[in-house]
């Protein structure tokens, strides 16, 4: 649509020199609190979001313009509307209107819910950790659990690794950051698997900035996976039987030119 469209300009607001779009579907006119995230502005209900959110109820009980200790949560309001205050959040529009989707159900229909994909939950289960609306969590994670990421000691290990999440190095690297930072280590086991078996002469330095995303203990941790793993399969081969005749064959064939070659060297005058 075009940004002149009357209908945008209708949706368009300014504060404090700065031009923000209200969010189509979270600007409620009777709101009591706004939030201006990137070029969009919110305008919710603070009583709804003290009920969901601890991280909320905290907020608005601060006088404005106290500092508080996150960076990317501001509680200084830079604006009003109608009296009500509106605060900066350095977070990204979209996703924080799907967190405030959930928040306000009946803006999303069932399907559009249950249809969000692995990345969508992922971004939804983030925002809810840092904001500590900890229902949405859950359920968020919940659906990651039933319809998207493996759980566990290598469950389903084949089929998870022709998954895209699991065959694609920077999905797997976001996968673990997002398991760390909401502490839900339950996704950890398989997706290191992942990392461990990975191939990474195909894509050498892509994979070495994608591990620089994660801590040195995990980096740790996938090296430690890889060499486990080499050392099983190397244990395995060696049992079998053509291995076995190959490898007595070389002994043998590495005895006789030792004999021969210190044959050679001891008959040395």
């Given at each position: 649509m075009d940004p002149k469209h009357p209908v945008l300009w209708e949706m368009k607001k300014t504060f404090n020199g700065r031009s923000y779009?209200?969010?189509?579907?979270?600007?409620?006119?009777d709101g009591s609190f706004g939030f201006l995230v990137e070029g969009t502005a919110f305008l919710l209900h603070r009583s709804l979001?003290?009920?969901?959110?601890?991280?909320?109820?905290?907020?608005?009980?601060?006088?404005?313009?106290?500092?508080?200790?996150?960076?990317?949560?501001?509680?200084?309001?830079i604006a009003t509307f109608n009296g009500v205050s509106l605060a900066t959040l350095h977070d990204k529009a979209d996703?924080?209107?799907?967190?405030?989707?959930?928040?306000?159900?009946?803006?999303?229909?069932?399907?559009?819910?249950?249809?969000?994909?692995?990345v969508q939950l992922i971004r939804v289960s983030l925002l809810a950790n840092k904001y500590l609306f900890q229902n949405?969590?859950?359920?968020?994670?919940?659906?990651?659990?039933?319809?998207?990421?493996?759980?566990?000691?290598?469950?389903?290990?084949?089929?998870?690794l022709r998954d895209g999440k699991y065959s694609d190095l920077g999905?797997?690297?976001?996968?673990?950051?997002?398991?760390?930072?909401?502490?839900?280590?339950?996704?950890?086991?398989?997706?290191?698997?992942?990392?461990a078996t990975a191939d990474w002469t195909k894509r050498p330095g892509?994979?070495?900035?994608?591990?620089?995303?994660?801590?040195?203990?995990?980096?740790?941790?996938?090296?430690e996976g890889r060499i486990r793993l080499i050392q099983a399969v190397l244990k395995q081969a060696s049992t079998m039987p053509e291995n076995v005749i190959a490898a007595a064959l070389k002994i043998r064939a590495s005895g006789v030119m030792l004999r021969d070659v210190g044959r050679g060297f001891f008959s040395i005058h």
């Amino acid at each position: 649509m075009d940004p002149k469209h009357p209908v945008l300009w209708e949706m368009k607001k300014t504060f404090n020199g700065r031009s923000y779009f209200r969010h189509d579907r979270h600007w409620y006119e009777d709101g009591s609190f706004g939030f201006l995230v990137e070029g969009t502005a919110f305008l919710l209900h603070r009583s709804l979001l003290s009920r969901r959110s601890s991280v909320m109820e905290v907020l608005f009980t601060l006088p404005q313009g106290t500092p508080i200790d996150d960076p990317d949560l501001t509680n200084r309001a830079i604006a009003t509307f109608n009296g009500v205050s509106l605060a900066t959040l350095h977070d990204k529009a979209d996703e924080f209107a799907s967190l405030m989707d959930l928040v306000y159900p009946a803006t999303i229909s069932n399907k559009a819910r249950e249809d969000l994909d692995a990345v969508q939950l992922i971004r939804v289960s983030l925002l809810a950790n840092k904001y500590l609306f900890q229902n949405i969590k859950e359920w968020a994670t919940g659906e990651l659990e039933s319809k998207h990421l493996l759980v566990g000691e290598g469950e389903r290990p084949l089929a998870g690794l022709r998954d895209g999440k699991y065959s694609d190095l920077g999905s797997c690297v976001q996968v673990v950051r997002f398991a760390r930072t909401c502490s839900l280590p339950q996704f950890l086991p398989f997706v290191f698997y992942a990392l461990a078996t990975a191939d990474w002469t195909k894509r050498p330095g892509e994979g070495l900035l994608l591990l620089d995303d994660l801590s040195p203990q995990d980096r740790c941790r996938i090296q430690e996976g890889r060499i486990r793993l080499i050392q099983a399969v190397l244990k395995q081969a060696s049992t079998m039987p053509e291995n076995v005749i190959a490898a007595a064959l070389k002994i043998r064939a590495s005895g006789v030119m030792l004999r021969d070659v210190g044959r050679g060297f001891f008959s040395i005058h």
